[in-house]
């Protein structure tokens, strides 16, 4: 059983950044990849990325690849995704999760309960 706690969201202007922290408690944290999703009202979650159990990573497409990073620091327990260059569109509540390294929400085991990001025009 893995427990996620996420922070670090918030209000930010477009074209700021903000750096979302996954906290992780429980046994077998190192086992899984620890993904990123978001979600806006009405519509299904959707992968932004994920941090493999071994450091590697993967994203949603470039456009997010060329402004955020996901990194992992085992021995913290702790999971980041840095974002730059935040655009309105990015807003939503964003929830890590602990699973197999895919691109699909139902791959992911354990939900934190999220962090809002609201990005101002």
């Known amino acids: 059983q893995v427990q996620l706690v996420e922070s670090g969201g918030g209000l930010v202007q477009a074209g700021g950044s903000l750096k979302l922290s996954c906290a992780a408690s429980g046994r077998g944290f190192g086992m899984y990849a620890i993904g990123w999703f978001r979600q806006t009202p009405g519509k299904e979650r959707e992968f932004v990325a994920a941090a493999t159990w071994n450091g590697g990573s993967t994203y949603a497409s470039d456009f997010v690849k060329a402004r955020f990073t996901v990194s992992r620091d085992n021995d913290k327990n702790t999971v980041f995704l840095q974002m730059n260059s935040l655009r309105p569109e990015d807003t939503a509540v964003y929830y890590c999760?602990?699973?197999?390294?895919?691109?699909?929400?139902?791959?992911?085991?354990?939900w934190g309960q999220g962090t809002r990001v609201t990005v101002s025009s």
């Open positions: 999760a602990a699973g197999d390294p895919l691109n699909y929400a139902g791959a992911y085991y354990y």
